[in-house]
Nanobody, 124 residues
């Protein structure tokens, strides 16, 4: 079992930045890849970014590429999502998730463990 707790969400103006954190406990953190997803009101949950077990490989949704950066600190059992140049379309609840395996994973079905989510609101 893996327990995940997100933090760092909030209200920010267009063009601003936020850094989300996700603290993991349970299984050995470096045994699995991690991902961030988001869900906007009235929309389905969508993939944002993923990182492999070591942090060497990452992959992003086109909508956030060049603005968001996913990273992890295995010594602290934490994954981060640095979000820059935020726009109103980024408004959503952001979820971190732990994957079945060690490699990057874009599909939500590859993640058996999910956090509760943290709200990000970008005002225009």
């Amino acid at each position: 079992q893996v327990q995940l707790v997100e933090s760092g969400g909030g209200l920010v103006q267009t063009g601003g930045s936020l850094r989300l954190s996700c603290a993991a406990s349970g299984r050995t953190f470096s045994d699995y890849a991690m991902g961030w997803f988001r869900q906007a009101p009235g929309k389905e949950r969508e993939f944002v970014a993923t990182i492999n077990w070591s942090g060497e490989f990452t992959f992003y949704a086109d909508s956030v590429k060049g603005r968001f950066t996913i990273s992890r600190d295995n010594a602290k059992n934490t994954v981060y999502l640095q979000m820059n140049r935020l726009i109103p379309e980024d408004t959503a609840i952001y979820y971190c998730a732990a994957a079945f395996g060690m490699t990057t994973q874009r599909a939500s079905y590859g993640y058996p463990y999910w956090g509760q989510g943290t709200q990000v609101t970008v005002s225009s």
